[in-house]
């Protein structure tokens, strides 16, 4: 699992159930949709000029200007699209193509897994820490489809309360 620390797990049976449902469906991961961004990627983009990302000076140090237009525009010019999210939308109830990045679950024992987790980290290296806006883009590039909650068996939007965990605020 990756969890952020404004994930607090609140039902016993989470880990349980994410392993279940990977195996079920043959997915080397499980995460939540976006509640807002409703599978586009360039709505994250836009939503990401803030001081974190847009500033050189952050939370008391100095940092790079990470540009996540340049970024986006790179993934477009790549032939990334949000309309290959569409067909595979499955049996969630969720849009997917934009998820939150708090809350993932992996399959370790798929190979797939790390060639997946090395180039979403690309991304970090490459362009900003702002991984909502790499994630899509890596599983596009490794065609990995996400098995994105919530499904017909669990509820809540991963910006609050969950059928798993509550997600708590960012600290400054």
């Known amino acids: ?22 195996h079920l469906k043959n ?11 409703k599978g586009y990627l360039e709505r994250e983009v836009k939503a990401s000029h803030f001081e974190r990302y847009t500033s050189t000076f952050w939370f008391g140090q100095s940092q790079p200007y990470q ?7 790179t993934y477009v010019e790549d032939g990334y699209t949000d309309n290959f999210w569409t067909p595979h939308y499955e049996d969630s109830i969720s ?5 939150i990045t708090c809350f993932i679950c992996f399959d370790m024992k798929n190979t797939l ?9 690309e991304q ?3 362009f900003t820490a702002q991984d909502q806006i790499g994630f899509p883009y890596a599983c596009w590039k490794q065609n990995v489809i996400p098995y ?19 997600k708590h605020g960012h600290g400054r």
């Open 124 to 126: 970090t290296l490459k």
């Open 148 to 166: 994105t909650l919530p499904d017909r068996n669990t509820y809540g939007e991963a910006g609050g309360f969950t059928t798993f965990f509550q």
């Open 113 to 121: 897994t790390i060639p997946f987790l090395d180039k979403w980290y």
């Open 95 to 99: 849009i997917g193509g934009v998820w």
């Open 27 to 37: 997915k080397i991961l499980i995460t939540w949709d976006h509640p807002i961004r």
């Open 1 to 22: 699992f990756w969890l952020d620390g404004t994930i607090e797990i609140t039902h016993s049976q989470t880990a349980l159930y994410c392993i279940q449902m990977l």
């Open 67 to 73: 540009d996540i237009d340049l970024q986006y525009k």
